[in-house]
């Protein structure tokens, strides 16, 4: 068996505006399971990548440990990678994000690798809103070691061994709100339409951006009831509202039925378009989010979608006066300015 994709692409693929056919940004074949959520994800990343016109060697993919962790092997073979320990990639992501703050921060993560171990971890690099995107590939069950239930399988559910789990589930896109996460969405991995919009706004924005995307794991929790199977979230889906993103001085082509449309404008210029279904909900006031969430969760409903965005947020650089400059292009005289530099900053400090 080979791992290493076939080069042969059909000569009629469309490129974009870098020269670039779609097949530059994928990665090795996956291992992962037929079927499984997290493969039509890294499509949805690599359809993201592409039509954002990304040179790949700008972005840095990191990763824990899990099935979701495995990922990033499987799209951007041109890009940055680290692989770390269990539910420690935020502080890699940060430690990388203060030496470079020029590169695309991606993060994969999982249920166990987020909600379980790495939980501290979280919490803390939403509330510096570092500037990168934190995707979770939530599918309620520990897929590497035979399909336990993992801190998101919901109250109730049954594994596919028939034990019904008897704790609550962390609700990471609602904590994520809480705990002042700049941007949050949450999605389907069945939704390919909706999901790469919500990836390209999540590339774009300026600080911490979380993505909750359930992905139904086909060996041990697609069964009849796991409330993470491909039929419960397809017939317990409530889409906050059709979205479309807009990239900077292009033509906007995509058509919407008559209803209320709301146009956010992103910090480079950018827009996100919001067809809005869901009645009383203002994704830019972080309590009308967490109600509209909250009121989804109690009609067993999943609310998809842009929950919430704040594009007057300042990231972590903003907030520490970090240099400009990335740390590896700085030179002697800016890393040594001399005595004189020096005097003064110690006199500002008396």
């Known amino acids: 068996m080979t791992y290493v994709r076939p080069t042969f692409r059909h000569p009629a693929l469309p490129k974009n505006e870098l ?3 779609v097949d530059y940004y994928e990665g090795s074949l996956s291992t992962l399971c037929a079927g499984c959520g997290h493969d039509s994800i890294n499509a949805s990343i690599v ?17 824990g440990i899990g099935c979701s962790s495995k990922s990033p092997a499987y799209f951007l073979s041109n890009s940055h990678g680290f692989n770390s320990v269990h539910g420690r990639m935020p502080s890699v ?16 993560s999982g249920d166990g690798d987020t909600a379980s171990i790495g939980m501290g971890q979280f919490v803390h690099v939403v509330r510096r809103n570092l500037n990168m995107v934190y995707l979770v590939m939530n599918n309620g069950c520990y897929g590497l070691t035979k399909g336990q239930d993992s801190a998101t399988a919901d109250a109730g559910s049954k594994s596919k061994a028939g034990s019904v789990n008897l704790f609550e589930a ?8 809480e705990l002042g996460a700049t941007f949050v969405g949450q999605s389907f991995s069945g939704d390919k339409d909706q999901l790469t919009p919500l990836l390209k706004a999540a590339m774009k924005h300026n600080g911490f951006a979380f993505l909750n995307v359930i992905s139904p794991c086909v060996t041990f929790n697609n069964n009849t009831g796991s409330t993470k199977s491909y039929d419960y979230v397809r017939e317990h889906v409530e889409v906050t509202g059709t979205m479309d993103f807009v990239p900077l001085m292009r033509e906007i082509t995509a ?31 972080r309590r009308s989010a967490m109600t509209a969430v909250q009121n989804a969760k109690d009609k067993a409903e999943i609310l998809t979608g842009l929950l919430y965005i704040d594009e007057s947020s300042s990231d972590l650089h903003q907030l520490i006066n970090t240099t400009d400059q990335p740390l590896n292009s700085l030179g002697k005289t800016d890393l040594c300015p001399g005595s004189e530099v020096l005097a003064k900053l110690n006199a500002s400090l008396r």
């Not at 992501?93 to 994969?108: F, K, P, V």
């Open 19 to 21: 020269g670039y056919t």
């Open 47 to 63: 359809q993201a990548c592409w039509e954002l016109n990304i040179e790949p060697h700008q972005v840095a993919k990191l990763s």
């Open 93 to 108: 992501a940060t430690g990388a994000n203060l030496a470079n703050r020029d590169l695309i921060y991606l993060g994969i």
């Open 170 to 177: 962390i609700d990471l896109a609602s904590l994520a709100i």
């Open 255 to 285: 058509t919407y039925e008559a209803g209320n449309v709301s146009d956010i404008t992103m910090h480079d210029g950018t827009e996100i378009r919001l067809h809005k279904l869901q009645k009383d909900w203002d994704p830019t006031n």
